[in-house]
């Protein structure tokens, strides 16, 4: 009898031994990997709990429906984004800096300012703490008037009134640029501080004679006017061209095509990279998986303007004036756009 119970307890132990062993097997995969561990960090990465504010431009910019593109593939990784409507480069800087935005959009010379420290900045101190995400597109220097204003270059701008952009803003440090290389100052003109829609609009109304402007193309604001009144689109003069892109490492030399407005040629202008950076309070991580985002989304951002046709992620560490952030850095080793 004693061997018979003895029998039956070893056999009860057997049976809860493989129970036990099932019920674990039920969390392990084939290979024995503890699937609870995780074996796909990166597909499991959540940003549920960020909250980033991306500060653009002007509401008939490109800036603006382009962060709203940026705002849809972000929301994509689970992160909270809205869209600022600001006046644009150097107020977005600023915002950035002071912890009231976390992704900003700016232009090249905007950059290459705030961290050297100059015009705007001056005496602020180089603003060595920003960080890059990547160069996105081109901004095109358009200087544009009506078919019937009489001004035919750059030099009948002289004793005119022209808006230079929005204070501070991208387009009005390159108006100051563009003035220089042509000879001329404020001074020469009287300068008015519009947005891109205010400019338009006072050109219609006759009270401003020419805008400069810098943004991709086509800009919603001369598509606008060129329905209305026709425009005509003023070249940089050679002299200016050669003086400006030996000058300032920032621009370059380019036309805006044919057709894209009701301009039947190619018209010289210069271009300005447009930049995005971020807080350097982000994470690595987090930085990571936005750029990773933006780059495997392009059509999402060219859906909503298509200056974004430029984007491309082999030159997107191209006239970069700040520092990468070190997760935009760890994106495009990992793709090989930078060794």
């Known amino acids: 009898m004693r061997k018979i119970f003895l029998f039956v307890f070893a056999l009860i132990l057997v049976l809860t031994a493989c129970s036990d062993g099932a019920d674990k097997g039920a969390d392990t995969s084939e290979d024995g990997v503890d699937n609870d561990a ?15 504010t991306i500060a653009t431009g002007g509401t008939s910019g490109v ?20 869209v600022q409507a600001t006046q644009a480069s150097v107020e977005n800087v600023n915002l950035v800096l002071e912890g ?6 700016i232009t090249g010379d905007t950059a290459f300012q705030a961290y050297e420290g100059t015009g705007p900045f001056e005496g602020e101190g180089p603003k060595d703490n920003l960080r890059s995400l990547a160069a996105l597109y081109p901004n095109y220097l358009q200087i544009v008037t009506t078919e019937n204003s009489g001004i035919n270059s750059f030099t009948d701008l002289k004793g005119k009134k022209i808006s230079v952009g929005a204070p501070n803003s991208g387009t009005e ?52 006017l060129d329905t209305t009144d026709g425009i005509k689109l003023i070249p940089i003069e050679e002299d200016a061209m050669e003086y400006l892109t030996e000058t300032y490492s920032y621009l370059g030399e380019t036309v805006i ?15 300005i990279t447009n930049a ?14 936005m750029t990773k985002a933006i780059f495997e989304n392009v059509d999402t951002l060219i859906e909503t303007h298509s200056a974004a046709e430029d984007i491309d992620v082999s030159k997107a560490t191209e006239g970069l004036s700040i520092p990468l952030h070190p997760g935009a850095e760890k994106y495009f080793k990992e793709v090989g756009a930078i060794d």
């Open 38 to 52: 995780g074996t796909n960090p990166e597909a499991e990465e959540s940003f549920d709990d960020l909250f980033i």
């Open 63 to 82: 800036y603006y429906p382009l962060g709203a593109g940026f705002s849809t593939i972000f929301e994509g990784l689970g992160i909270d984004a809205s």
């Open 100 to 105: 009231l935005a976390e992704v900003a959009l």
């Open 173 to 224: 440090l390159a108006a100051q640029v563009l003035l220089e290389g042509h000879g001329l100052s404020y001074d020469d003109i009287t300068p008015d501080y519009l947005s891109f829609a205010e400019s338009v609009d006072q050109i219609k109304n006759g009270l401003v004679d020419a805008a400069i402007l810098s943004s991709g193309i086509p800009n919603s604001g001369i598509m606008d």
């Open 257 to 271: 095509p044919a057709n894209t407005y009701s301009v039947a040629e190619d018209v010289p202008a210069l271009e």
């Open 276 to 289: 995005m950076i971020v807080s350097k309070d982000l994470t690595e991580d987090e930085v990571y998986h």
